[in-house]
């Protein structure tokens, strides 16, 4: 039964290191339309033949990086064969994170409504 309870915590394990590890990697790419790329989590399938790998970027084109890391995924993972000790390496699949965008979004749209409706009541003064 010990053994059963370990299996989720060593996947999440794997993902953290993945992450870890595929940052340092993607930081070595030369390719000029992977700008400056936050990994914002590793989700690895349970059988480790796959791993979702979601990025937020600072700057550039999502779309281009995307394509840019999907193309370098081969080369990213014989970089992870390398530092990681398991097994079976996953397939890399890369996916732009739009959770921050949403996040920002959602902010502004929570700021207007606050605008509209802060003049009525006795709103504070600064």
Not at 67 to 76: F, P, Q
Request: glycine letters at 10%; a positive charge.
């Amino acid at each position: 039964m010990r053994h059963k309870k370990s299996i989720p915590n060593r996947s999440f394990r794997v993902a953290d290191q993945i992450q870890r590890d595929l940052a340092g990697l993607i930081r070595e790419l030369k390719d000029p339309r992977v700008g400056m790329v936050t990994l914002n989590g590793v989700e690895v399938s349970p059988d480790y033949a796959h791993a979702q790998v979601y990025f937020s970027l600072l700057v550039g084109d999502p779309h281009e990086c995307e394509a840019a890391l999907n193309e370098a995924a081969g080369w990213l993972r014989n970089g992870l064969f390398k530092r990681l000790a398991i097994h079976t390496v996953p397939t890399l699949h890369f996916h732009f994170d739009k959770t921050t965008e949403r996040a920002a979004d959602l902010s502004a749209l929570i700021r207007r409504a606050n605008r509209g409706s802060g003049g009525e009541g006795g709103g504070g003064t600064a």
